[in-house]
């Protein structure tokens, strides 16, 4: 069983930064690819981005694309979301996930194991 979780979300202004941590337990931490995603007020939960085992693979959603970056420590068994110039449409709440052995897709039924979320509100 894989339990991760997710801390580092707050309130910040717009143009600000922010760096979300998961740490995961349970499981082989190394092995596995991870990923983010964020569900705002009244919408479906998307995709933000995911990260290789190793850290060398990254795939990122074009709204954050540039803005963000995924990365890992595996040593720690976490993984970070570095989020700059943040605008008032990050506002969210952001799930740290595993993407299922096997799959390749940016779906949520693509993952499995699901953090709690973490609030990440920019303000205008």
């Known amino acids: 069983q894989v339990q991760v979780a997710e801390s580092g979300g707050g309130l910040v202004q717009a143009g600000g930064s922010l760096r979300l941590s998961c740490a995961a337990s349970g499981g082989t931490f190394s092995s596995y690819t991870m990923g983010w995603f964020r569900q705002a007020p009244g919408k479906e939960r998307e995709f933000v981005a995911t990260?290789?085992?190793?850290?060398?693979?990254?795939d990122y959603a074009d709204s954050v694309k540039g803005r963000f970056t995924i990365s890992r420590d595996n040593a720690k068994n976490t993984v970070y979301l570095q989020m700059n110039s943040l605008k008032p449409e990050d506002t969210a709440v952001y799930y740290c996930t595993r993407r299922r052995p096997g799959s390749r897709g940016r779906g949520s039924d693509d993952y499995d194991y699901w953090g709690p979320g973490t609030q990440v509100t920019v303000s205008s």
């Open positions: 990260i290789g085992w190793s850290g060398r693979i990254t």
